[in-house]
């Protein structure tokens, strides 16, 4: 008979998640099994440990592993500069990124080009631009800067950049744009198609993760912030060129965005030619001299208001609106002044399309209010010379009314001068239609004049 001893059911052993720090086997040969411990759910309020991701970074990465770039901040940062490319002349960009991952190679002489390729390149690629890290990192508030307004990530530049480089491989897999300037700083400004030699960076890291290179032209950022100058208003354009395979040369990369860089910039902008000469006329050394005595003349006669001038002048060079609206503004207070200095002497000065009625509406306002009474000037249509004229009648002091015209017509100059300046940058690419921007501002303004003489007959 054969025999065969019981096996009695042993134990099924779980495997455990993180053992103890003196988990030893037993010398007595005791096989107690310690008790299973449950995966945490939460990662650790530092972080520390955690496996389980994060939701503001989608799914979890390996410890030493590139972060991803959030869809939100990429979206974020393109609306960001956008608006700020807007702001300050306008951008245009033609031309796609692949949709797979791809290295993005560019012609580099201005730091505004980090906010171009920002605003041109497609959010859902979530661009990362790689920066010097001796000098974008090298202090918290700029790594904070570059790392969230730029989405910049750091390239050792003294030994380690292409490990630093090659650490992007996984993005460009998943889809990723990653920016270089392989150029390796910013250069002169040269040019339209001068490019400075590439170094191999971008080039390794294509190869290595098998993803196109894709050339990018971009102009008009050395004008907007040149190299250790000052922003200025100027259009940005970025032209989007073909990809190009991972095998390709630096130096055939280098002709590829020279060529885009010098059709980028030598592309004329469609404009006006009465544009151009008002533009010429305003920043002329008459420029300002004129808005001074358009407004002191509307201050003593003439019908035409200082605000019509603005409208025209600041649209054609918006960068000039400042200082031609403080001289129109200046000379409007000294026609003022002397219209009043006039009126209390007696002299009568011509005031063609005023109305018997908005004088006599003006000397009530004044018997009322003294010469807080012209707070009322820019809402009434009554014409500012009225005011003087008859505030001068009423013997009105000169620094009462020049403080409270100051006010008013300060109120009203300085408004029309600025915003007609905001639209003129705003609307830097239709600047071909400037002609029909004077036509329309003409007829309305000369309905607009009939309506408020008809008002007041």
């Not at 990662?43 to 389980?52: C, E, L, N, T």
Request: glycine letters at 10%; hydrophobic letters at 45%; charged letters at 20%.
């Amino acid at each position: 008979m054969n025999y065969r001893p019981t096996r009695h059911p042993q134990p099924v052993r779980r495997l455990r998640t993180r053992p103890k720090a003196n988990d030893r086997a037993p010398r007595d040969g005791n096989t107690r099994f310690q008790p299973v411990r449950r995966l945490r759910t939460r990662p650790k309020a530092d972080g520390a440990g955690s496996r389980g991701g994060s939701p503001w970074f989608g799914k979890g990465r390996a410890r030493g592993a590139p972060a991803r770039t959030a869809p939100w901040g990429a979206l974020a940062r393109a609306a960001l500069w956008r608006t700020a490319l807007t702001l300050t002349g306008g951008l245009t960009h033609q031309g796609a990124l692949p949709e797979k991952g791809c290295v993005v190679v560019a012609n580099h002489t201005s730091h505004a080009d980090t906010a171009a390729l920002l605003a041109a390149l497609a959010p859902r690629r979530s661009p990362t631009i790689a920066a010097a890290a001796d000098y974008w990192f090298a202090s918290p508030w700029r790594r904070r800067i570059c790392s969230r307004l730029a989405a910049g990530f750091p390239v050792r530049r003294t030994g380690g950049g292409t490990e630093d480089l090659l650490a992007k491989a996984d993005a460009l897999r998943r889809g990723h744009a990653v920016v270089l300037f392989p150029e390796g700083t910013r250069a002169r400004a040269g040019g339209p198609g001068e490019v400075g030699a590439f170094h191999a960076g971008a080039l390794v890291l294509a190869r290595h993760a098998n993803v196109p290179v894709v050339p990018v032209g971009i102009a008009g950022t050395d004008r907007l912030l040149p190299k250790h100058g000052r922003i200025r208003p100027s259009l940005v354009r970025v032209r989007i060129g073909d990809p190009l395979p991972p095998t390709v040369t630096a130096e055939e990369a280098r002709a590829a965005v020279a060529e885009l860089h010098r059709r980028t910039a030598e592309e004329p902008l469609p404009d006006s030619r009465v544009r151009k000469r008002v533009a010429a006329a305003a920043g002329s050394r008459w420029g300002v001299p004129s808005a001074f005595a358009w407004a002191c003349a509307e201050a003593l006669s003439w019908p035409l208001l200082p605000e019509l001038l603005l409208a025209a002048v600041c649209v054609a060079l918006p960068r000039a609106a400042l200082k031609l609206s403080c001289a129109a503004l200046a000379g409007s207070l000294a026609g003022g002044v002397l219209a009043l200095h006039l009126a209390a002497s007696g002299v009568q000065a011509p005031h063609p399309l005023t109305t018997d009625r908005m004088r006599a509406e003006v000397r009530q306002e004044l018997a009322d209010e003294g010469a807080a009474a012209v707070r009322h000037q820019p809402w009434n249509g009554i014409p500012f010379k009225v005011y003087a004229a008859e505030a001068g009648r009423a013997g009105v002091g000169t620094g009462d009314w020049l403080a409270e015209s100051a006010a008013s017509r300060g109120s009203r100059t300085l408004t029309v001068g600025l915003g007609c300046g905001a639209l003129g940058f705003l609307a830097h690419r239709f600047r071909r239609h400037y002609g029909t921007y004077l036509a329309l501002l003409g007829t309305g303004f000369t309905a607009g004049l009939g309506a408020v003489v008809a008002n007041w007959c």
